[in-house]
Structure formats: structure tokens, C-alpha cells
């Protein structure tokens, strides 16, 4: 039995669409579909149903993806036993959140690079809702950001949080520590309407009973740090993301009574069975986070 045509059906079963899985596997439908016929016609049985447009496994086809799912286990143990353990060409599709990105993502994909030389990345940055949705769609294998993504196949594990600091500029912004009252008549910048950190800039507002000018909400860190540099506003931004814009001088975290609250992350990712790349993605970055969280707790990295 060819391995290539149960890995196409594994994914198609698990992604419920030919399309979606001839995407994750780099086929053509054409191709996609001609290996599911194959398949069927070795095993002699329909594995899917296609009688309408919508997607159904056959009772064949859903006992079959329980064996579909040991084959591809079995193949990936034989692989890590019987390999010789060099490098191997490894195609990846991952989502972030823009905080991600600016924070720590960067550096992390170099040092990844480094231990897989063969990696070939896709690289989505969009907002949590977004990334939510297409990993679930199976058009991205992992996804960085705000809440966990849940569904079939899909695994998700929570990050370490990222501080969040108010931010301002230096020449504008001289006090030592802020008071709730400073932040009156002030406009503040946080992301966009509904994100985890403008929900918790207004709950943290509401309870320190702070009324600013204005809310504004940016979907764009680079927009809110060159608008912060240009002396509009103040603005809420991870501390780790504000230490990395060596190119904006002006920027300095303003010390508040005013507590805000960290930015959750979570690595979500789809299981597969037939290589470790994702179990291997997750634990480097759950160890580089973790590097980059002892950095941001020691004296000299912290923001002017």
C-alpha cells in the first residue's frame, strides 16, 4: 500500500476538504483526488461520499482513518529508528499576531533555521480571529496568538504572557510614575476594537476609574510606535516589542498605577502523524519564550 495515498487521505479526513488538504500537501486537486481513487480501488471500498456537495467519510472511510492514523505513526517511528538522524526538508505554514512578531518571532525563526537548515517557511502575520480560523480551515499548520484555537486534530498549548507597558514619548512624557489622573484627556492607543489587550485597557481604565480623551484602536504596532514618536498619544504595547524598535529613540515605558494586564499567547498547531516537525516547533519555541522572559525580568533589559 502506498504511504503517499494514505497520507492524502489522512489530511483530507482531517481537513474535510480535497482542497484544503491538496493545499497542505502541495498537490493539485486533480492529484489529491486520483490518489483517494487509487486508494479506494486497492482497498475495494468508497472512503468518501460523494454523493452531494457536502463532505462525509463512508463507515469504511471512518474506520479506515483510525488505521490511516497508526500507518503514518508507524512510518514516522521506522524514520526516527531507522534514519540516518541528518537534516530533513522540512515546509512550514505559520500564523502571528503582530505582538509575536515584533516581540520574539524573528529571532526564533533564525535560531530555528539554524537547527533545521532545510526549513522552508510561510509566514502569515494577522489578527487572532483571522489565524483562529484558518488553522482551522488546515491553510496554516500553527498559529501564535491571543486564545487557543480548538477543533479535530488540533492541538494548543499556552505560551509565556507578554508584559504590557504604556508607552510614550520621552520628550513629551517626563514623569517618574503616572497616576490615574495623567491619563485624563489623553489619547490612548491600544490594537483593534474587541482584542484581548483593548478589552483589558478599558476593564484596567474602568477600575482605576481613569477617563482619557480618546480610545483609539490600531491594528498596527509600526503605526502606533511612529504615531507615539510623532508625539500623538500613549500607547499599549508589549515591553519586549517597544526593547526591539532600536530605531524609534524617543520611546520610553511610562511606570503607572495603572496595572495592565499581560497579553496571553497560545501556540495551537494540527497534529500529524507522519513527522515530529510540529511537537519539535512547539517545544523550540516554549524554550525560546521561556529564554526571552528571563531576559525581560533582568535589570538591563529593561525599556529606558
Known sequence: MNLRFVEAFYWVASLKSVTRAAEKLFLTQSAMSSRIAALEDELGVLLLDRRDKHFRLTVAGTRFLTYAKRMLELQRQLKSE?????????????????????????????????????????????????????????????????????????????????EMVFVGNRKIHRKRHYLASDFAGADILTFQRGSQPHVYLLDALRQAQAEPRCVHTISSISAMVQLVQGGFGIATLPRLAVQRMLAFPHLRALESEIALRPLPIHVSYREDPSSPAMEGL???????????????????????
Open 82 to 162: 531507522m534514519g540516518s538522524g541528518g537534516p530533513v526538508e522540512v515546509s512550514m505554514r505559520l500564523g502571528a499576531i503582530e505582538s509575536v512578531l515584533h516581540s520574539w518571532l524573528i529571532p526564533w525563526v533564525e535560531q530555528l533555521r539554524k537547527d533545521n537548515p532545510l526549513l522552508e517557511l510561510e509566514l502569515t502575520v494577522e489578527s487572532t480571529p483571522v489565524l483562529i480560523d484558518q488553522i482551522r480551515r488546515g491553510t496554516l499548520d500553527a498559529v501564535f496568538a491571543a486564545l487557543p484555537a480548538s477543533g479535530d486534530g488540533i492541538r494548543s498549548q499556552a505560551l509565556t504572557t507578554m
Open 282 to 304: 512547539v517545544a523550540s519555541a516554549m524554550a525560546f519564550m521561556d529564554a526571552q522572559d528571563v531576559k525581560q525580568s533582568a535589570p538591563a533589559a529593561e525599556l529606558p
